[in-house]
């Protein structure tokens, strides 16, 4: 059979003359589920970082094969009605079927609309490409083409319809449902952006806080400075150490979201750091370490600097050395300083709350 001669039509749906149609499925279907993918492929990667995706990948490669059969079936998915029969197009292949085999036109409606169903003589069903209505909008078009299409049958297809509005009921309650369950998955109230919640999305460099004029001020005989990064958390740490063994570290960390979220992971993390602090003993590469007379070790809460603070104070008297280790929480941010030389304690303390103070003015929160 060859096709149908067509004619521009204002409805777009339907086009041709008054003895044939040339009818092309709605485009609509094929951005919005595009869009939904991209946004939730999006969501987890920001969330959670790229590698949180390699367990996907088959799946992912799965939907991937789906959008683009239903990409080619919106594309070039055809149905062509003229008085001999139907002509039906999916994919790749085409099906033509005569009047003498159908019984009725019958309308099912979706999650996506309404589509179109041929019920056959032998009570056998066949969908058609179109006509089909979109996702929102109520295409009114679509019950004139099935009348259009009936009556190029000459009588002999009738249109079955039925009330729709409960099916779409049921369909758009567990859409709602679904998007209910994905939002208690993915909790965007624990998200950098959602409003009212501060936290940051990046860091400073380490060394941008502890530079190196700021560092020789606190260890005139620095021999020895670099730059490392970390993986988990997200982060960097600046070391700087004299010939003396006295040393100076800033190092700034970024917990990303996670099931609990980010500044709430950041406030447990802290906690058991703290209890850390508090049950630790010195280590035993100390050379004095079971002579428990000379050192001794102090944790103790620091205010006005970030959420939360504490300080370990480790004071060594058989080589006069005083170890600090500040570590701050602010939002979802670390900031660990170690500054470790041979200086009154209130001084070494005082050095740490400075370059942590410092380190919180960098850090931008939104």
């Known amino acids: 059979m060859d096709r149908p001669a067509t004619v521009p039509n204002p409805g777009g749906a339907a086009r041709g003359s008054a003895e044939s149609l040339s009818l092309r499925p709605p485009r609509r279907l094929l951005t919005w589920l595009v869009s939904a993918a991209a946004l939730s492929i999006a969501t987890v990667v920001i969330r959670y970082g790229t590698w949180s995706m390699l367990p996907f990948i088959p799946l992912l490669s799965l939907a991937a094969l789906f959008l683009i059969v239903l990409g080619g079936v919106l594309l070039r998915g055809r149905t062509w009605v003229d008085g001999a029969g139907l002509r039906n197009r999916w994919f790749l292949q085409t099906r033509f079927i005569p009047w003498s085999d159908v019984d009725a036109f019958l309308v099912e409606s979706a999650l996506f609309g309404r589509g179109t169903v041929v019920r056959l003589a032998n009570g056998k069903r066949f969908h058609l490409v179109a006509p089909r209505s979109g996702l929102l909008p109520r295409n009114r078009g679509f019950d004139a083409t ?8 000459l009588g002999h297809v009738a249109v079955e319809r039925k009330k729709v509005w409960k099916d779409r009921i049921s369909f758009w309650s567990f859409l709602v449902y679904m998007l209910m369950v994905q939002m208690l998955f993915i909790k965007p109230w624990q998200e950098p952006l959602w409003p009212g919640r ?19 001020k606190l260890l005139p005989d620095i021999v020895d400075a670099y730059d490392r990064d970390r993986e988990y958390p997200t982060g960097d740490e600046c070391v700087y ?7 100076l570290k800033v190092g700034l960390s970024l917990w990303k979201g996670t099931s609990d979220g980010a500044t709430e992971e950041a406030r447990a993390r802290f906690t058991n750091e703290v209890s850390r602090f508090i049950d630790w003993d010195p280590p035993r590469s100390l050379a004095n370490y079971f002579d428990r007379e000379s050192w001794t070790h102090d944790v103790q809460d ?5 959420d939360q603070a504490s300080r370990s104070v480790l004071v060594n ?39 942590a103070r410092a380190a919180v003015e960098r850090i931008d929160l939104r």
């Open 302 to 306: 620091v205010r006005g600097i970030g």
């Open 146 to 153: 099935l009348d259009a299409m009936a009556a190029l049958s």
């Open 198 to 216: 501060d936290e940051a999305t990046s860091l400073p460099r380490a060394c941008t806080v502890a530079d190196l004029a700021t560092a020789l």
């Open 317 to 355: 008297f058989r080589d006069r050395t005083v170890e600090v280790r500040l570590l701050v929480r602010y939002a979802n941010v670390f900031i660990d300083v170690t500054y470790k030389v041979e200086r009154p304690g209130n001084e070494v303390a005082a050095a740490a709350d400075a370059l």
């Open 241 to 247: 150490q004299s010939h003396t063994g006295a040393n």
